[in-house]
DNA sequence: TTTATATCGATATAAAAATACCGATATCGA
DNA sequence: TCGATATCGGTATTTTTATATCGATATAAA
């Protein structure tokens, strides 16, 4: 019986960028950090920072902190970046793509084996060492390399198709970058990008920041 | 003295599925819809669906629901898609490349009237008609033309010198697709993208799906 | 005209997250 | 050796967000 700790997606985000300040940290640099420090470098509250590192962490110690090398390691394997999960991608596009270049999955634990897109001259070539195929062979290609995780990246109006194969080749969580909700049985898992709705959150908070000038 | 009304952003993630939802709905649909017909639709809670409908709309009417084609004006106006607001893009590599092509960003109330690369050979070309500048001009364009939002899709060691230049242009707000934490003015708001922790977030919600099947 | 019902919107409760507070402890300096 | 202090980690409080409940109302049916 696992007990559901199920760590909230603001807290993921934290977590991350405690991992990219400590390893962008000068190898001259103390061997050990404290929760303050963290939490005043990203301007945060430092009681969010203990008690992040205290669900994932084996610990700090009072006057001391956390070792930087342990908390690194910590983090990396609450973020799952020590083990490597497989997965496809559909859509080869632009933003397929960049997303085939970005800092190569393989840092963040994921490995792509595989990206699908109909563009015939896409077919057969491949993109930054991923082999692109056939999306007619999405079911097929995922159930025998049991993939439990894919990617897409096609336009709205082909997403509802590319998932229910993806689904059917026993596709388990899908990361979605089309502007669409998804229908998927219960036990499949999605993470829904939504660039339009960051983007409404930007320029309404800059509205409200330009707002807050005029009324001083 | 304005109100502080603040939608976070779950909400605005919502009003842009509601919108993405009635959107596509056939034009032969009935011209009006419930709370709970949207909620079933994405499953989730009615009474968030009517929550989030009452900050934003004029309102619906018991047995009737809300009138689809004012409910999206509503939405729309709320998600900032009737507003132009002009910004900047830093990046024109993959990432950039994909955003400047996503969705053509006007949809969403956004004109990118320029994108800065140091790439030579991009300098003085058009991406999806944008054309690409000298990043040495980033501050004199942002002032000459008061460009108050910056996007960020430069590799993660080049993003705070392009995110202080776009400072020192008088940009108030950065969507930052950087995987680092920028340091700017308390007056600059910004929204990070986070991939990283988007898939982390993703792989352990498998990993716990996967956990409930072998638990049953 | 009257009754039944779908649906809204307001109020109330519950759950979750953020923040504040405080005692415990490991190191440093006296 | 002993006290001062930084910092952790647990508990308590507040705030925010999500969910449930219920009366009010507009339409449709009887």
Request: aromatic share 6%; charged share 20%.
């Amino acid at each position: 019986m696992a007990e559901k700790l199920s760590i909230p997606l603001p807290a993921y985000n934290r977590l991350s960028m405690y991992l990219t300040c400590l390893k962008r940290r000068p190898a001259t640099a103390a061997a050990n950090i404290s929760a303050t420090a963290i939490a005043e470098e990203l301007g945060i509250n430092d009681v969010v920072v203990r008690k992040d590192l205290a669900s994932i962490s084996s610990g700090g110690k009072p006057k001391i902190g956390y070792i930087i090398e342990d908390l690194i390691r910590d983090i990396e394997h609450a973020l799952g970046h020590d083990t490597a999960a497989e997965a496809v991608l559909v859509g080869a596009g632009n933003l397929g793509k960049a997303l085939l270049a970005y800092s190569n999955f393989e840092k963040y634990g994921l490995n792509v084996v595989a990206a699908f897109d109909s563009n015939p001259n896409l077919i057969g070539k491949e993109i930054q060492g991923t082999k692109i195929v056939d999306p007619a062979r999405i079911q097929d290609l995922c159930e025998r390399m049991h993939i439990k995780i894919g990617i897409i990246t096609v336009p709205f109006d082909s997403a509802q198709t590319v998932c229910d194969a993806l689904v059917a080749g026993g596709i388990r969580a899908i990361w979605n970058f089309a502007p669409i909700h998804l229908k998927v049985p219960e036990n499949v898992v999605i993470k829904n990008e939504n660039m339009a709705a960051s983007l409404a959150f930007l320029t309404k908070q800059l509205e409200e920041s330009i707002a807050k000038d005029n009324s001083n």
